[in-house]
């Protein structure tokens, strides 16, 4: 009987655990032009706390939402709406999400009695001090490169402050070697080992977001003494 219930509880934590995967490679997997599709997946995340609070009571369906509040969105430009019963939604356009960095939004919502069908609008300011950015940081978007008069991703890097591009297309970081760079492209070392440049080449049109970190940088990032150059791919 004991064997039994534990294969039971095992099978609804796998099953929960199933759902909540599944839903996240589909969020993940989908362009971030698609907001249709995305915000059906925001609400199809809330059928695993259903059944995990069904299933488990309150402690259950507290876990299972803790699982899965959506920290890793891909860099780009979003609209945020923000909704709860008793007051007007508002909505927060043009909110930058940046590689590595945490994007906080406060949204006053104010109270309503009846359901006018009306929401307040507003546009998001871009923070000037980033809390969680400890080194000299850079971002360049998609929108940024299209308007600029370059032909490739070294032009756009050769106009950052402290970046200079040496006659033979290697990129010095404040004085430091060109191979004391490492590239990073969607998470993956990208640095050609002989040579200490990029080692593939990247359209300027396939870039979401570039990053150039410069001096300090997280210990997620090695084999670099000079700066990182990061490459989100749309």
Not at 120 to 142: C, H, N, P, Q, Y
């Amino acid at each position: 009987m004991k064997n039994q219930t534990k294969t039971t509880e095992r099978l609804w934590i796998f099953s929960i655990g199933i759902l909540i995967i599944s839903v996240a490679i589909l969020h993940y997997s989908t362009p971030t032009q698609l907001h249709h599709f995305h915000q059906l997946y925001r609400v199809l995340f809330y059928l695993p706390i259903i059944l995990a609070a069904f299933r488990y009571q309150l402690k259950g369906g507290v876990i299972t939402a803790a699982l899965v509040i959506i920290i890793n969105v891909p860099p780009g430009t979003y609209q945020v709406k923000a909704m709860m019963m008793g007051y007007q939604p508002r909505r927060v356009e043009n909110v930058r999400v940046s590689i590595d960095l945490t994007t906080t939004i406060n949204i006053e919502l104010n109270s309503s009695v009846l359901d006018l069908g009306e929401e307040v609008t507003v546009v998001a300011e871009r923070e000037i001090i980033k809390k969680d950015m400890t080194s000299s940081l850079a971002a360049v978007g998609s929108d940024e490169i299209k308007t600029m008069p370059v032909q490739e991703i070294g032009d756009v890097l050769e106009l950052q402050a402290g970046l200079v591009r040496d006659a033979v297309g290697g990129i010095h970081v404040r004085g430091g070697r060109s191979g004391e760079v490492a590239y990073w492209v969607d998470g993956i070392a990208a640095t050609d080992m002989y040579s200490g440049n990029m080692g593939i080449e990247v359209e300027n049109s396939s870039v979401q977001e570039l990053q150039v970190i410069r001096g300090t940088f997280n210990a997620e990032y090695g084999q670099a003494m000079s700066g990182i150059v990061n490459n989100m791919l749309s």
